[in-house]
């Protein structure tokens, strides 16, 4: 049977309740008929299906990562459209499972950067987490990498430092984190005071990389 019947908007629901019930039980029976089904979909022409398979797909991606992990390469096509919710519903997608296949991420670094240049915070917070991923792979992706992420959290809107920073932290080792830190204290007097207790403590964590 399709698992098309028990998307939100099927169901007519403007909630996203279905959907994560949807996205639990397939995983519950490694339904991979099912998740191929709503890869399949995300190309849909209803703009609703399109979107209520993507978030269903991300809340896989929460749950159990490998089951998407080999649709990677249609994520990464994915981060063209011209829909934003898809994009980053998309790049939420690419977050769970970049750990997976860091390598064929960091050949598509363009299209994953070119996202985040046009895309919406949500996007922008979930590529930081893709490209950090990338860089604590391998000291070749670092060094690519690393310079990148840190001019980013450089110029970042303040309110967006500690979030990113704790993205980040994933990307850090002996090597950059004195510079990470560095930057992260050039931040603090220009955040609030709940914003700079969180960057502290993901600087005492960077201190014990």
């Known amino acids: 049977m399709s698992v098309l019947g028990q998307l939100a908007c099927a169901q007519n629901r403007r909630d996203e309740v279905p959907n994560q019930i949807l996205a639990k039980q397939l995983v519950e029976s490694n339904n991979s008929?099912?998740?191929?089904?709503?890869?399949?979909?995300?190309?849909?022409?209803?703009?609703?299906?399109?979107?209520?398979?993507?978030k269903v797909l991300y809340e896989i991606g929460y749950l159990s990562p490998e089951l998407i992990a080999p649709y990677i390469k249609e994520f990464i096509k994915l981060l063209a459209s011209k829909h934003n919710r898809m994009v980053w519903?998309?790049?939420?997608?690419?977050?769970t499972i970049a750990h997976l296949d860091p390598d064929y991420l960091f050949e598509n670094l363009d299209v994953i950067k070119q996202a985040m240049a046009d895309g919406s915070v949500i996007t922008v917070d979930n590529g930081i987490k893709v490209l950090s991923t990338i860089a604590a792979a391998k000291s070749e992706y670092?060094?690519?990498?690393?310079?990148?992420?840190?001019?980013?959290?450089?110029?970042?809107?303040?309110k967006e430092v500690p979030q990113h920073s704790?993205?980040?932290?994933?990307?850090?080792?002996?090597?950059?984190?004195?510079?990470?830190?560095?930057?992260l204290q050039l931040r603090i007097p220009e955040l609030t005071p709940s914003q700079a207790a969180r960057v502290k403590k993901t600087i005492q964590k960077a201190k014990s990389q």
């Not at 670092?142 to 970042?156: A, D, E, K, N």
């Not at 704790?166 to 950059?176: G, V, W, Y």
């Open 33 to 54: 008929e099912g998740i191929a089904e709503l890869v399949k979909h995300v190309w849909d022409k209803d703009c609703s299906v399109q979107s209520d398979c993507i």
């Open 89 to 95: 519903g998309t790049m939420i997608a690419l977050s």
């Open 142 to 158: 670092s060094h690519v990498l690393f310079p990148y992420l840190l001019r980013h959290l450089r110029t970042c809107r303040s």
């Open 166 to 183: 704790e993205s980040i932290l994933s990307a850090i080792n002996k090597e950059n984190s004195e510079e990470f830190i560095n930057s």
